[in-house]
T-cell receptor, first 110, second 113 residues
């Protein structure tokens, strides 16, 4: 049973559009919430991360929104570009171990 | 720096065969991890090594063994491969277990027939 539920499984967005990926969790012991980006044939790489005492974090075109009371967090990719086409995983850390969501494959159409 | 390297890149095994997946990192990291990635399941932690000389079970350890050979190297062994172990295996490392960033290798695609 996955501790972090991620949706949607896949999405297609036009170049310049906004991609939104949602994650939910139940375990209130999670203390850190990273997002990883994975290109085909490669290992995941850390994209952006947030602590539960922060409601939003922005790095360039990528923004994490965090709702502690709802136990939900999301990744927004603004002005999506073809180079953003990848699989995105949300994750949550407890006891120094990461639990990953199932992943979302994002396709950006030019 | 090569980062995290894994060998082999691809492997096909027959049920019951054994093999060892190798992982090495050149970042002087203390902690290392083995994950498996399956469609619709994300990445699941098999084993990890918080520091040289220690190993601990993760979420899905059954059917696997690990060895932290030294600070650089962390191997994963399948003693008797089963079709359910068909997966992509990733090794990762981090500065220590408290670090939030894990660095992943390129993966090993394993098929068990």
């Amino acid at each position: 049973q996955q501790q972090v539920k991620q949706s949607p499984q896949s999405l297609i967005v036009q170049k310049g559009g906004i991609s939104i990926i949602n994650c939910a969790y139940e375990n209130t012991a999670f203390d850190y919430f990273p997002w990883y980006q994975q290109f085909p044939g490669k290992g995941p790489a850390l994209l952006i991360a947030i602590r539960p005492d922060v409601s939003e974090k922005k790095e360039g075109r990528f923004t994490i929104s965090f709702n502690k009371s709802a136990k939900q967090f999301s990744l927004h990719i603004m002005d999506s570009q073809p180079g953003d086409s990848a699989t995105y995983f949300c994750a949550a850390r407890n006891d120094y171990k990461l639990s990953f969501g199932a992943g979302t494959t994002v396709t950006v159409r030019a | 720096n090569a980062g995290v390297t894994q060998t082999p890149k691809f492997q096909v095994l027959k049920t019951g065969q054994s093999m060892t997946l190798q992982c090495a990192q050149d970042m002087n990291h203390n902690s290392m991890y083995w994950y498996r990635q399956d469609p619709g399941m994300g990445l699941r932690l098999i084993y990890y090594s918080a520091s040289e000389g220690t190993t601990d079970k993760g979420e899905v350890p059954n059917g696997y063994n690990v060895s932290r050979l030294n600070k650089r190297e962390f191997s994963l062994r399948l003693e008797s491969a089963a079709p359910s172990q068909t997966s992509v295996y990733f090794c990762a490392s981090s500065e220590d277990v408290r670090s939030y960033e894990q660095y992943f290798g390129p993966g090993t695609r394993l098929t068990v027939t």
